[in-house]
């Protein structure tokens, strides 16, 4: 073979040589990948881990975004977490492959272009690699004991449940794995969220918990159930099969292929209700495949249904509004609430350490409540209109006013009033003594 020609064929070769295989890999492969992405594509990603599993595997996620290593005011922060139950292989897979098309597609793709540019993404395809190594890949269905971690525990079923309606201890020791999805969470702005399993086919939402007996089924409606419907549907309907609702023989109907978590089979100390409550973040449980663990040759079938899903649902963080609660001199106000009319969240959502607030709402007419202490609370009407395609939710930047400030103005008001009223009354009575004069010449000269 000619020089030239030997060349020509290896650079020809080189897309399929670095292209991510379909295929599982285990923690060296998956780390080692997440690393080349890295050292490929400097500019818009940040390779960091959150900490570390029971056996010490680092939880790596990878950032993607313009600014992937910091949060910048007003970009919302998405995140999407895989392989919580270690034998649940599918959507490990899914975000891996997710990560190599953002990455490739960044500057080609006009819609990865934006959604790039206006978010800031976390991937994090492995909450449970110590699980993943127990499990017994390709096991065609059959249920493996890589679901819990290596302590024996189930990770989705290990965070705090919710606060007023569980007050009993919890029923095992908060895991490593656990703890640092935990402060990742109450230490990021996270607005949306995906938490990829398998099992089923349906896209779930909150609650999985209930007030109620938790053993019994029903729906558990929460604050922002409309919201949360709509995301689950967006999913569901942009995914090729999921809509029909009727893809496994082990799993119930579920109408549009969506189902609220507890209505299902209800369950405590499940990582999407941790992510509402307590995080302030939109997170649904999406279950990609009848099989947890099915054959390898599978995987390219499964990128193709939910790929679109997958990429159409970073435009959902756009839902709503956003900005920031100011005080009288334009400075951020921290941890100030924000509350919608009507939706009586359990724990109140808070503006963030920049004075941020980010709401997932469906285009209407709303009311937000603002209050901080120190500060006067205000109520602000909000028209909100679908601006997903813009790739912006509305900004409304909100102000509070001093309550110093106000008292003081009071007084000022108070003091102007007085000094009118005695203005009034002191021309009033010069009017009248003059009026008294005049009166008395005229009733001289006519003696």
Known sequence: MLPGIRLLWIWAMIPYAISLEFKYHNAKDLESFLHRINTNYPSITHLYSIGKSVEGVDLWVLAIGKHPQEHVVGIPEVKYIGNVHGDELVGREMLLHLVEHLVEEYGKDSTITQIISSTRIHIMPSMNPDGYAMAELEEYCMPTKGR????????????????????????????????????????????????????????????????EDSKSRGYSKCPDDDVFMYLAKNFSYNHATMYFGNECETTPYFKDGITNGADWYPFR???????????????????????????????????????????????????????????????????????????????????????????????????????????????????????????????????????????????????????????????????????????????????
């Open 148 to 211: 819990y971690n290596k302590a024996g525990i189930d990770l989705n079923r290990n965070f705090p449940d919710v606060p007023v309606w569980d007050t009993s201890p919890p029923s095992s020791s908060s895991q490593p794995e656990t703890e640092a999805v935990m402060n990742w969470i109450l230490n990021e702005t996270f607005v949306l969220s995906l938490s990829l399993h398998g099992g089923a086919v349906v896209a779930s939402y909150p609650y999985d918990s209930r007030k």
């Open 269 to 447: 100390g499940g990582m999407q209700d941790f992510n509402y409550i307590q995080g302030q973040c939109f997170e649904l449980t999406v279950e990609l495949s009848c099989c947890k663990n099915p054959p390898s040759y599978t995987l390219e079938n499964f990128w193709n249904e939910s790929q679109i899903s997958l990429i159409n649902f970073f435009k959902l963080v756009h839902l709503g509004v956003k900005g920031q609660v100011l005080d009288h001199d334009g400075k951020p106000i921290k941890y100030a609430t924000v509350k919608v009319q009507d939706r009586e969240n359990i724990i109140p959502f808070q503006t963030n350490q920049h004075g941020e607030y980010y709401r997932l709402l469906l285009p209407g007419t709303y009311k937000l409540e603002v209050s901080a202490t120190g500060f006067q609370t205000k109520t602000f009407p909000l028209e909100i209109l679908d601006n997903v395609s813009n790739f912006s939710a509305l900004v409304s930047d909100l102000r509070l006013s001093n309550n110093v400030l106000g008292s003081e103005a009071g007084q000022h008001s108070g003091i102007a009033s007085i000094v009118q009223e005695n203005t009034i009354l002191l021309t009033s009575v010069f009017f009248s003594v003059l009026f008294s004069f005049n009166s008395l010449d005229r009733y001289v000269s006519m003696l």
